[in-house]
Antibody
């Protein structure tokens, strides 16, 4: 059974930084692209970033709203996906979900999702 | 960026009735289209991908159709567990974009 468990969410001040992690199990993590999707309180879903793997490990994409501030990475030896958040703004407050892509390169349906980790940006 | 517009924002339906949800993409996305269900306090769950293919374990009462710019999700006979928010998503081009959601509520 596929399991994705996010962690690292916290209350952080504007301008601060944070690193989110997503531990994967139940599938061969190294063979699938992964994405981060966020959801502000009471709002809809917003895709944040995607990262391929294998031959597509340099296939990296970001939403314009986070480009230059967030960095996605993965450690296939640890079956873990990361998202480094910096220069945080109030509008980055959201639940951050990691989600599994259906292929090794991104840009497809997201077939499994974690339960999310909450990031609150506030002074 | 491809804008995805969902309608209606809220749909009131009685149990056992049929629900029809719509999405429109601002440009042709072929069949690169998915639907997700989200219940309160839970993560989204993939229902439909490639516009009309049901994901693993999804009941046959959920069906997707459409291509190009117009897409539809039909829930043929609403069960109590189907009352939720539904999102559509295009994955034809970056950035991936979602519709604003349709809340299906009990009438």
């Amino acid at each position: 059974e596929v399991h994705l468990v996010e962690s690292g969410g916290d209350l952080v001040q504007p301008g601060g930084s944070l690193r989110l992690s997503c531990a994967a199990s139940g599938f061969t993590f190294s063979t699938y692209a992964m994405s981060w999707v966020r959801q502000a309180p009471g709002k809809g879903l917003e895709w944040v970033s995607a990262l391929g793997t294998g031959d597509h490990e340099n296939d990296i994409h970001y939403a314009d709203s986070v480009k230059g501030r967030f960095t996605i990475s993965r450690d296939n030896s640890k079956d873990t996906l990361y998202l480094e958040l910096s220069s945080l703004r109030a509008e980055d407050t959201a639940i951050y979900y990691c989600a599994k892509d259906s292929r090794s390169y991104g840009g497809h349906q997201l077939d499994y999702w974690g339960q999310g980790t909450l990031v609150i940006v506030s002074s | 960026e491809i804008v995805v517009t969902q309608s209606p924002a809220t749909l009131s339906v009685s149990p056992g009735e049929r629900a029809t949800l719509s999405c429109r993409a601002s440009q042709d996305v072929g069949s690169d289209f998915a639907w997700y269900q989200q219940k309160p306090g839970q993560a989204p769950r993939l229902l439909i991908y490639d516009a009309s293919t049901r994901a693993t374990g999804i009941p046959a009462r959920f069906s997707g159709s459409g291509s190009g710019t117009e897409f539809t999700l039909i829930i043929s006979s609403l069960q109590s567990e189907d009352f939720a928010v539904y999102y559509c998503q295009q994955y034809d081009d970056w950035p991936l974009t979602f519709g604003g959601g349709t809340k299906v509520e009990i009438k």
